[in-house]
């Protein structure tokens, strides 16, 4: 089945650590993206990467990094650097419909900080 | 940047139809509208788009007004199932912002 996937479902983290979060897509899509969802929130656009070996910040891109050197793999590193990390993190990839694209959301992984 | 306003919070009755409103009174002329749902503890779920005409598809319809500064989206028969956040976007390709979006509940 085509897809994205996403992982951990669930992550914990001591403060002052780096983690990794993992987001793998089949779809053959060309763009990815990263949005963070605190509590009661919509989504905010962490990173955002239209094609392999570019990427650009989105609104909140301040203690976050990115890679993207396989089309099917865009994986978020969260800094310590990062003041207020705890929250459910999304991966999208999209597929361009004219001029306009449909996103497709992975699952998603909880990160605590403890 | 262009933004969207919805209520918070919306009920319907089971097998009833639904329409969640959207303002967008700054939307430019190359923006599209999406509309995207999100279950609880889940990604969000394409719902449906369009740009001046009205849309349709198996999910919903989306009612776009003339001047586009509002637009709705319809869901026929409301079941549990439909009980998500919906989120109203205006997409250009390369920006996007959710909002808050309306929580919808059903009542059986």
């Known amino acids: 089945d085509g897809g994205i996937t996403q992982s951990p479902k669930y992550l914990f983290r001591k403060e002052g650590q780096n983690v990794t979060l993992s987001c793998e897509q089949n779809l053959n899509h060309d763009a990815m993206y990263w949005y963070r969802q605190d509590p009661g929130q919509g989504l905010r656009l962490i990173y955002y990467?239209?094609?392999?070996?570019?990427?650009q910040k989105g609104d909140i891109a301040e203690g976050y990094s990115v890679s993207r050197e396989k089309k099917e793999s865009f994986p978020l590193t969260v800094t310590s650097a990062q003041k207020n990390p705890t929250a459910f993190y999304l991966c999208?990839?999209?597929?361009?419909?004219?001029?306009?694209?449909?996103?497709?959301f992975g699952p998603g992984t909880r990160l605590t900080v403890l | 940047d262009a933004k969207t306003t919805q209520p918070n919070s919306m009920e319907s009755n089971e097998e009833e139809p639904v329409h969640l409103p959207c303002n967008h009174s700054t939307i430019s002329g190359t923006d599209y509208i999406h509309w995207y749902r999100q279950l609880p503890s889940q990604g969000p779920e394409y719902v449906i788009h369009g740009l001046t005409s009205n849309v349709n598809n198996r999910m919903a319809s989306l009612a776009i007004a003339e001047d586009r500064k509002s637009s709705t989206l319809i869901l026929h028969r409301a079941t549990l199932r439909d009980a998500a956040v919906y989120y109203c976007i205006l997409r250009d390709y390369d920006k996007i912002i959710f909002g808050k979006g309306t929580r919808l509940h059903i009542l059986p």
């Open positions: 999208a990839s999209s597929i361009r419909q004219g001029r306009t694209d449909t996103q497709y």
């Open positions: 990467s239209q094609i392999v070996n570019d990427f």
